[in-house]
């Protein structure tokens, strides 16, 4: 997957002007947050809480002991009969997959929804070597059809209209221009059915591994993931590093909190627990089950004690769906897989900050997300960190505007003599005269404020300082 994080400010200006993805997007608090919102009040506030305080407490638990965890799911998967690979870099996973594939002879691959295979850019390795990946969850489906990334990562064609996909499907599956949703869903059913049935490899991503039992969980909402663990003659799943939980009770406590963070549903429609390949006493199964564990780039959080909480991340979606700025530009503006907050914090960690020096700045800091999170990640303060980062490293790596230096500069020596603020402040208030309209001023004519004005409004200045009604109070 192409990495465009350095594009966030054009992209997002793009995404802003773009009535499709606008109208996509008012989807997302209207219909997951809102979700998300009944579910926490179904179970009430205060378990809620209490799902979220164990939680934090498992990936904290397993964070810090995570060698012991892999050592642990490591010993068991090998003794239910699977094979464990690890690989440091995306090149090593994809080598991994490309390796087993090639030497088993495999063509076709079913593949259930996995951010990390999209992170590590398989589907191109496989294409450039001959072997054909499908993409089996609709949403990654229609992604594959028409070429394009996700945008969300739990609804990954979130901004797709129905009439696009219709006409996608039209020129692809030659279905109707006018199909419904049920006749368009169908049709790829039909159309992946015989995919299924012909993969030699089935490739999934993982929620959860459980250390003590070797178990992989999938929770899915179609049928696809548990299809692609089950009629293929190898699975392979492929998981980030900190996927790992101790115990299937630790599971459980994640089963309860991540659907209904994502979507706000109890549970998902299916819950998937692979423990190794099929027994000789089993009817079906795979012949071979493999788990490639990726590391790329989680070590360098794992290392830095104020960033390691974002290790934390479920994935699921849940600060996205709050967040004021993924709500406005969407996922794709982002420039990589993870998108919004979290987004923010792994991207530039993951492919470096220098990359990605817009992204740590495109957030209000209004917590919203920090509320959301079912495992009660800091998100703004990791984003304030990766920010002073950003200041204090190299000078060169983030792109300050002219104006904004010159801004920041006039006010660091306004703030400091309290003659030249009441002085500025003085000529502001008669300065903002013509322009100001009740408590506002509109359509700023001159630059900086002429951007910021053409979308919203600008306070004006009080007609009195604090400082002047303060000193006045004080004697009354
Ligand atoms: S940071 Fe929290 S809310 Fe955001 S995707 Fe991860 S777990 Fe969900």
């Known amino acids: 997957m192409q990495i465009t994080t350095e594009q966030f400010k054009q992209a997002s200006t793009k995404a802003l ?58 010993d068991r998967l090998e003794h239910n009969g699977a094979v464990v690979h690890f690989a440091k870099d995306s090149k090593e996973a994809n080598a991994i997959v490309l390796d087993v594939a090639r030497s088993r002879g495999v063509k076709t691959i079913t593949k259930s929804k996995s951010m990390v295979s999209e992170e590590i850019g398989l589907n191109e390795v496989l294409e450039t070597n ?27 064609a979130l901004h797709k209209s129905k009439k696009e996909v219709a006409d996608l499907f039209n020129r692809k599956l030659r279905t109707s221009k006018k199909a419904s949703i049920g006749a368009l869903t169908l049709a790829a059913r039909r159309e992946l059915r015989g995919k299924f049935l012909k993969a030699d490899m089935g490739i999934t991503g993982v929620n959860f591994a459980v250390a003590e039992t070797g178990t992989i969980a999938l929770f899915t909402n179609e049928g696809n993931g548990r299809m692609s663990t089950s009629i293929p003659r190898i699975h392979m799943a492929l998981m980030g590093m900190e996927k790992v939980v101790p115990t299937l009770e630790d599971m459980a406590v994640m089963l309860r909190i991540l659907p209904r963070a994502a979507t706000g549903q109890r549970i998902t429609s299916y819950v998937t627990l692979v423990s190794g390949p099929r027994r000789p006493d089993e009817e079906d199964g795979p012949e071979e089950f493999h788990l490639v564990v990726i590391d790329n780039g989680r070590s360098k959080l794992l290392r830095d004690p104020e960033l390691r909480e974002a290790l934390n991340c479920i994935r699921c979606g849940a600060c996205l769906n709050t967040c004021p700025v993924y709500q406005s530009v969407g996922g794709h503006a982002y420039g990589w897989v993870y998108p919004g907050p979290i987004g923010s914090i792994i991207t530039p960690v993951l492919t470096g900050l220098s990359k990605a020096n817009d992204l740590p700045f495109a957030s209000t800091l209004c917590g919203a997300c920090k509320d959301a999170c079912p495992v009660k990640i800091n998100i703004p303060r990791m984003l304030i960190k990766l920010r002073k980062d950003l200041k204090e490293g190299d000078k060169s790596s983030r792109n ?19 003659g030249k603020m009441a002085f500025a402040r003085s000529l502001g208030t008669f300065l903002q005269r013509p322009l100001t309209r009740g408590k506002f001023m509109k359509n700023i004519p001159f630059p900086p404020f002429s951007k910021w004005t053409k979308y919203r409004d600008f306070p004006s200045l009080a007609p009195r300082s604090f400082k002047k009604i303060w000193e006045k109070r004080k004697w009354q």
Not at 53 to 63: G, W
Not at 132 to 143: A, F, M, Q, R, V
Not at 400 to 418: D, G, N, P, Y
């Open 17 to 74: 002007k773009n009535g499709q993805i606008q109208r996509s997007l008012s989807k997302v608090s209207s219909g997951f947050e809102q979700a998300r919102r009944r579910a926490v009040n179904e179970l009430t506030s205060d378990v809620w809480e209490q799902y979220r305080e164990q939680a934090r407490q498992i990936k904290d638990h397993t964070i810090e002991n995570l060698d012991y965890y892999l050592n642990l799911l490591t």
């Open 130 to 156: 001959g072997i054909e990946p499908i993409e089996t969850d609709l949403g990654e489906y229609i992604l594959q059809l028409a070429n394009e990334t996700p945008f969300h990562l739990v609804a990954p």
């Open 400 to 418: 300050v505007a002219i104006s904004e230096k010159v801004a920041v500069t006039l006010w660091k020596h306004l703030t400091l003599s309290t």
